[in-house]
Structure formats: structure tokens, C-alpha cells
């Protein structure tokens, strides 16, 4: 390499990075930062008071049995957005 152009490369890697300094050394907006604690909703564990498993079945048996518990989690888990018109979609 002749040194004329190596002397070339370098003023202008050095020009290159001082315009570069001139640009990051403006000072950066201050921006405002939140703490929000994840334990602020905790709850303790506290222990369930247990009924005897015949008392159980007997209020599951009021209720309908477990065709009620299927029925809601199937709608919970059903969005609530309108029929689709694709072809099979009435095939579900």
C-alpha cells in the first residue's frame, strides 16, 4: 500500500469517529422509571377446610354432576367471536 493512501484511510477513520463522538455526546432524554412489585397481590397460603367427600359428591349431584363442570369449561375455553363462514367450519 502506497502511504498516501494508507495516510488517506487513517485521517478519515479518525474524522469518521470524532463526528461520531460529536453526536453521542448530546445528553440522552431522561426517561422515568416505574417499580411495580410483583408480591403486591400476594396472598398467603392459607389452609382449605376439607368436607368429608360424600357431602362433596352429594352438592356435585345438585348441581347436575360432572356434565355442568364439562359445560363451563368448554365455554370458558370457546372464544366469543362470530361464526365462521369457511367452508367445514359447521362440521365441528
Given at each position: 500500500?502506497?502511504?498516501?493512501?494508507s495516510?488517506?484511510?487513517?485521517?478519515?477513520?479518525?474524522?469518521?469517529?470524532?463526528?461520531?463522538?460529536?453526536?453521542?455526546?448530546?445528553?440522552?432524554?431522561?426517561?422515568?422509571?416505574?417499580?411495580?412489585?410483583?408480591?403486591?397481590?400476594?396472598?398467603?397460603?392459607?389452609?382449605?377446610?376439607?368436607i368429608?367427600?360424600?357431602?362433596?359428591?352429594?352438592?356435585?349431584?345438585?348441581?347436575?354432576?360432572?356434565?355442568?363442570?364439562?359445560?363451563?369449561?368448554?365455554?370458558?375455553?370457546?372464544?366469543?367471536?362470530?361464526?365462521?363462514?369457511?367452508?367445514?367450519?359447521?362440521?365441528?
Amino acid at each position: 500500500m502506497k502511504p498516501s493512501i494508507s495516510l488517506f484511510f487513517i485521517s478519515f477513520l479518525l474524522t469518521t469517529a470524532a463526528a461520531q463522538s460529536d453526536e453521542s455526546s448530546a445528553p440522552a432524554p431522561m426517561t422515568r422509571l416505574e417499580y411495580h412489585s410483583v408480591l403486591v397481590q400476594y396472598q398467603p397460603y392459607r389452609e382449605q377446610v376439607l368436607i368429608p367427600w360424600r357431602e362433596s359428591n352429594d352438592t356435585v349431584a345438585k348441581i347436575g354432576g360432572w356434565r355442568v363442570y364439562a359445560k363451563e369449561a368448554r365455554q370458558a375455553s370457546e372464544p366469543q367471536a362470530q361464526p365462521d363462514a369457511r367452508h367445514g367450519a359447521a362440521h365441528e
